[in-house]
């Protein structure tokens, strides 16, 4: 049985058809997982911060930090601080920054 060159080509094209959906359909599975993967990993990541800051409220509260700085036993009047613990802006050193124009890397040197 003789079969004709234009049924060749279309059992050809019906073959190549069949593949190129089967390797797009594994390579879409393949990013909806991926997909799926992200999007629970931003979910615990979204959890763990609002535990962080559930945490950090807590840390911060006013009624644990004065009970803290009771027990530690470092109650002051903070109107108490000398004048002589702060400094004055003239006090600083003056900072000279140097461009390095001639070097690859554009590093800045910092000199004091």
Known sequence: MFLRTSTYL?????????????????????VTSQIKISAENIRKYKEDINILEAEWSYQNSPERLTK????????QDMSEAKMQQFSNLNNLPEKNILYNKTAQTGSVQTTY
């Open 10 to 30: 279309y059992i050809f094209s019906v073959l190549s058809l069949i593949v190129l959906v089967y390797v797009f359909e594994n390579k879409v599975d393949k």
């Open 68 to 75: 803290l700085f009771v027990s530690l036993n470092l109650r």
